[in-house]
C-alpha cells in the first residue's frame, strides 16, 4: 500500500513527483538539501529505523555503530562516548559494545539500530515495521520506551493491536495507496464498515465468525 515509501518521503530519502509538504516551515525538495545547515538539522532531527536492520548496520562494532552519527556531525569524543554509554546501557547493549554487530540476534540488531537513532536525540522518529522481528516481550519494552520518548512517532505497521498502542491518530491506505481512514485509532476498529473497505475484516468460512486481521 505504499507505507513504506511514505515513510521515505518523509525522511527525504526520495522526494515527490506531485504534491509537496512542509518541515518546520520549509517545503522539502532536493534543492533545499544544498544547503549544509539545513541537510545536518533535517538529517538530526528527522530519523528512520527500517524494516530490515542489516541494512543499517556496517561499523566494526556495535559502539561505533551507536558513536558513527555523532562522530559525522562532529561531537566531541568525550560527549559521544557519553551519549553512546548511556543508550546502550538503556538497550541493555553494554555487554556486546566490542562485537561485531553481524553477530548479534536479530532482535538485538533491531535494538542497535534504534538506538542509534536515538544517540541524535531527533524531534521525528520514523518506524517501519519496528516490532517485526521482535519476540512478545521485547515488543512490549519497546512499545513502553516509545510512550517515554518526547519525539513525535510515525510507525508504519499491518499490526492493529501495536497501532492501537502507539497511535492517537490512525492513517489506513488502500491497495491503490489512497487514504481509506484517517482519524482515531478506537473510531476505527470499532467500524465493522471500514475496516470491511480496508480489507482488514472478514467472516471466516465455515465459522461464521468475523476475524481482524494483524499481519
Known amino acids: 500500500s505504499g507505507k513504506s515509501t511514505l515513510l521515505k518521503l518523509l525522511n527525504a530519502l526520495i522526494f515527490p513527483q506531485r504534491g509537496e509538504y512542509l518541515y518546520m516551515g520549509s517545503?522539502?525538495?532536493?534543492?533545499?538539501?544544498?544547503d549544509r545547515e539545513f541537510r545536518r538539522k533535517f538529517r538530526r532531527e528527522v530519523v528512520l529505523l527500517f524494516q530490515n536492520p542489516d541494512v543499517m548496520l556496517f561499523n566494526p562494532t556495535v559502539y561505533d555503530e551507536l558513536a558513527f552519527s555523532l562522530r559525522q556531525l562532529g561531537m566531541e569524543e568525550g560527549l559521544v562516548r557519553e551519549r553512546v554509554l548511556y543508550w546502550a546501557d538503556r538497550f541493555e547493549l553494554t555487554p556486546h559494545l566490542k562485537r561485531p554487530p553481524f553477530e548479534l540476534s536479530t532482535g538485538q540488531k533491531q535494538k542497535l539500530c534504534l538506538a542509534c537513532l536515538l544517540v541524535l536525540e531527533p524531534e521525528v522518529l520514523l518506524l517501519d515495521e519496528p516490532t517485526a522481528h521482535l519476540d512478545p516481550k521485547t515488543t512490549g519494552w519497546f512499545v513502553d520506551l516509545l510512550w517515554e520518548l518526547p519525539c513525535t512517532t510515525v510507525?508504519?505497521?499491518?499490526?492493529?493491536s501495536l497501532a492501537g498502542e502507539l497511535g492517537s491518530r490512525l492513517v489506513v491506505l488502500g491497495e491503490d495507496h489512497g487514504i481509506v481512514y484517517d482519524g482515531g485509532v478506537e473510531e476505527f476498529l470499532r467500524d465493522r464498515e471500514r475496516l470491511l473497505r480496508a480489507g482488514l475484516l472478514h467472516r471466516h468460512r465455515g465459522k461464521g465468525d468475523w476475524h481482524l486481521h494483524s499481519f
Open 27 to 34: 517545503k522539502i525538495e532536493e534543492k533545499v538539501f544544498k
Open 155 to 160: 510507525t508504519s505497521t499491518h499490526n492493529l
